[in-house]
């Protein structure tokens, strides 16, 4: 196991300069777009749904019910039941899938003209929108780079697993979807190499600024790369801002000026950190959470066919086999169970001026599988058909579906994780309110600044995988 | 649920000045211990081992096995199979406590002639060596506070409960034991307040200085005091320490100088705090866990009679029943199950000057119990019939039980958590070695400064309770 090396000269790794570069060197936006494209005909792939009886190693166990794969590794789909006090009585009774081992999800950077670039991968996932999407250079489990299912070693790992003399600048665990996954966790890191990287035509070197560019786009950069980009602050520190001719002004005039100065405010905000981690605290220590994992065949309320599991409401999500034929990946064609949420989430931070910088509202949200069972999610988390405090709307959510209620300064739509999900997709949004707003949070709300959004993202499974996901699309571009 | 209040003048909340008062408002050393014999003496108490069958409440359920309580409150004796690659392939097949709800550990601070003192409580636990011990000024499980057991209201509870206008110096959840504890945290809290205090004779103001000093003596400083007091930094950053007329040399002399430079040091150290997280992820990343809790009736290799349950080798630890009469707790007698360990366990930091700065030598330690499965632990922590890698002798167990490998700058046996564990004392000890002693660590240990430690406990669950209680006895008096 080879040590992390120091980060040299750790004010200014680079990452705004990069942020700005709204071209890499070697394409402009539309280039890059147009590599996508390419790789998108590229790819033959084909995923057609199929019944549970037709996945090959699948099997439904007779025992639990759980859906299982006969070799004991990828994942199982199992129970769970879980209740809780916070923020309301809830109760959850679900399938949930449970893959306990940890995978990596890594992107390489080098400088290139002194600006960090990013090594991101035209990869075909079969739950994904448009199939091919940007994702990070490196993404496999446990089971892919031990080659359990046989098939290639993936490209790049090695710069992850023997790091050598490359830089590390970003490598935490953090939670995934919640909802879905039991205590799942994947590793986020970012390692900087100075040697030659052979190029593989999926694969093309990109600015954060052209990242952040794509991110404006429906269904293109995947959840994977967008979670490891969320943990890239916009700004490292004060001397990188001067660095780069944007120096903070906290009533900057531009959005993206204010994110600039709220990311380098870690005390200047409305709180500390302290205080904020007080708050997290008090509600951790004082909601009451029950949560067991169970048979699946003890959920209540599911029932399944031969083509899937689902509510007997048909709402909320279901269950159902792929078959995948693809030249791409690592072997040829495969089965698998994947996770369909029935409709479209949303996931949106309100921002506002507080004292002229620029705050994030975020809301500690109980979810039966992430790691600390309360993390904390954007101000609207929204799926339709999840078990929810039926005697009150969430917070905002008419608010942020409505224009008006604020200036929009984000909206997208993209995919969840498309190796698990089948065209899953999301909503995100970011809404300023204006400074005058004065309606109060609840009490499970916070305003926070980004600077210390990002402490608590360094130390890991503190922002849930749906807040990174939304902060990684924040552009100072703009 | 009232909001943390911000902490004014972060930078000097005056720790270093309390630790440095070897006397306080209400007493010096001698009288602060007169105080506590004084109080042992009137506190009648009184502990007897019983058979199973005269616990009341309690019984061994008869499919599981496990040992309940008939209200479902308090806790469970339940087993847990784990197994792990890391650091060698071990495997734990064991009884465990399961208490799933979260304790408050608080103490309340109030600043007299300028100095912040400290309320503890002389408060009596049946598996207390001495039984009546020094405790924070509230330590209490939900199912006190809720008062499950019909018992009193803990007294100044609600100076946590309802913090009002009072100011929250340190607030986070920790993990206990890991090897007892089945992913068991408490929430550690200091709150300041500016009212007034009546004071019960139970109770007693302390300094850091006073605390620190008691805790040079065996059993007179609980578990749980221990612990949160470890969340207090020395020094909270160079203002403070100029204003103490404590200036921080890196190349100090005495080792309470010393003790004051590290715990300034965040990025002067042999290595960035980035280095030191990225260190720990690739460990949890790769390390291979699998930990199941099970019923009490699947462990192998355990055997019950009437009157305990042990392991057959009756090695590691024991489970039996005690009988409590006392006066002085929330009701008068109880009965319960209690854990106690077969010999001392030894827990020892070793440090070194690197570049004249001080350095603790921390491993990543698996133990089926903590929350994030890998913490932090001390250098050495040895506990005879821990299941350990058998091949190889725990590094640096014979050198810090050795005098002469280098100097010892704390020795002293403390007790464990006296509401679960019957007598169960540990070693804490602090060694220095030479800045020239240059034996090389194995991978799972790195050297970290004192401020890096601080901060990985700032953010909860990266430090485990046997690394916490030996950083609490450090002592700037020295």
């Known amino acids: 196991m080879s040590g992390a090396q120091p980060i040299e000269n750790a004010d200014r790794p680079g990452f705004l300069a990069s942020a700005l570069s709204a071209e890499g060197r070697f394409s402009d936006g539309a280039s890059a777009r147009r590599w996508l494209d390419e790789r998108r005909r590229a790819q033959r792939c084909h995923v057609e749904r199929i019944p549970f009886s037709d996945l090959r190693g699948w099997r439904f166990e007779p025992d639990s019910g ?284 309100v921002t506002k001026r507080i004292g002229g910088l620029l705050h994030f509202l975020v809301q500690a949200r109980m979810e039966p599988g992430v790691w600390n069972l309360i993390e904390l999610a954007p101000t609207v988390q929204w799926l339709p058909g999840v078990p929810t405090d039926e005697d009150q709307a969430p917070y905002l959510l008419e608010a942020v579906r409505t224009d008006g209620a604020g200036v929009v300064r984000h909206r997208s739509t993209q995919c969840e994780e498309g190796g698990r999900f089948y065209r899953y997709s999301t909503e995100n949004l970011v809404v300023e309110l204006d400074p005058a707003d004065d309606r109060p949070a609840p009490a499970n709300y916070t305003w926070v600044t980004l600077g210390q959004l990002n402490t608590l993202i360094r130390y890991g499974n503190h922002l849930n995988i749906e807040a990174r996901s939304v902060l990684a699309c924040l552009d100072v571009q703009g």
């Open 66 to 349: 759980d859906l299982t794969h006969e070799s004991g590794h990828f994942f199982r789909v199992q129970g769970v039941h879980a209740r809780c006090d916070f923020p309301a009585p809830l109760r959850f009774e679900q399938p949930i899938v449970n893959q306990p081992e940890i995978g990596v999800l890594g992107i390489l950077a080098k400088r290139f003209d002194g600006v960090l670039h990013f090594l991101l991968q035209a990869k075909m996932e079969p739950g994904n929108i448009d199939l091919v999407q940007l994702s990070p250079t490196v993404q496999a489990t446990r089971s892919n780079y031990t080659r359990v299912h046989g098939g290639k070693r993936p490209r790049y790992l090695d710069f992850f697993l023997q790091r050598g003399v490359n830089r590390v600048l970003v490598d935490q665990l953090q939670s995934e979807q919640g909802l879905f996954f039991l205590r799942k966790r994947n590793r986020n890191i970012i390692v900087e190499t100075r040697e030659d990287v052979p190029l593989h035509e999926d694969f093309h070197w990109l600015t954060l600024g052209q990242i952040k560019t794509l991110m404006q786009e429906p269904h293109t950069v995947n959840m994977d790369t967008r979670t490891v980009i969320a943990a890239v602050p916009l700004v490292a520190g004060g001397g990188e801002a001067l660095a780069a001719g944007s120096p903070a002004h906290p009533a900057a005039g531009s959005f993206g000026e204010a994110l600039i100065a709220s990311t380098l405010a870690q005390d200047e905000g409305c709180q500390p950190i302290e205080a904020v981690l007080s708050w997290l605290t008090e509600i951790r220590a004082c909601a009451e959470i029950d949560c067991q994992p169970c048979a699946l065949n003890s959920v209540p309320g599911w029932e399944r066919d031969a083509h899937e599991l689902r509510r007997r409401d048909g709402r909320y999500f279901r269950v159902f086999g792929v078959e995948v034929e693809s030249d791409a990946r690592e072997v040829p064609g495969w089965t698998q169970p994947m996770v369909q949420p029935v409709e479209t989430g949303i996931a949106a931070f």
